[in-house]
């Protein structure tokens, strides 16, 4: 399943052929068809292969030990490892960066990129509450507003990194979000 | 041109046949070729005008009289604007949203994507400075560095858009960005 995420993540769903989806997890197009599906439901499955991966570690960095600014700093910079995995070119995420071209058309797809983003603002959210629960900070804005804003950040890192910004630039921006959140909160 | 981005808007460029684009801009095929080329030139065209119609619009709505947190709000407002053109269920931007799939293949898109969220960085900073010129804050962090999480944000109000996320929400997040860059300012 990770090898058909890298190429639906390279070409998107509708640039990647069935044939090329064979050959690269070096299966025959039947036995490709009879294990899983048509290409929407592969594609549909590397998408969830691919956000449970990210989200995992994503989740894990973020709940660590220590405040909340380093706490955001380690879970965007732990989505900015998979955004460059395999070089210096970012790819991003396949989630964020190819189905958002494909939900207004696919209804499944749409839905799954719904249920992503609010899974990523919930677990973010959790978080900031944690940290108010310790009675680190008084709240200027509620737990989910600041959450949204983060996701949001994950979000667009995918799209500069598939325009081609550095690693470094794109690192900084992780800092300035995570020092922004601490300071309006 | 509009009829030509709408296309590609809902549909992508790999989704998007040169048949459908003759149909909906009611011309022969021929002659689309002998006007605008091939596809991709086509997309590229389409990509510059959308690009230019929404940044001359939130521009324009940035730099009107009033405090930094009113222009925010105001600059994402009419970005959302164009995200909900033509109905409750959000298109999102042209740019944003199918640009970000071509990239990694198509180079002439990659630049093109990364020359917008470019000028946009630029003019939000430009706006925040002079926000600082006006004597009405000490600055916390770069102007460039909260203009580019401002464009972030201007990304994935797009991508929640086209998951169905509804337009009171995305104001939500329009509000509660341009609060968090003023207290962190």
Known sequence: MEVASEVFRRQGYTGTSIDRLAESMRISKPSLYGTYGDKAQL???ALEAFADRIGRMAEEALNQEGGLEAAICR???CVLEVYFEGGDQGSGCLVMSTAATEAPSQPAVQKFLAEVLARADEVVARRIQRERGDGRGAPSQSDMALAR???????SLSTRARAGESREELQKI???TAKLICAGY
Chains 1, 2 share one sequence.
């Open 43 to 45: 594609y549909l499955m």
């Open 75 to 77: 879970y965007l910079g």
């Open 149 to 155: 804003v983060v996701t949001g950040i994950l979000v």
């Open 174 to 176: 992780v800092e300035s």
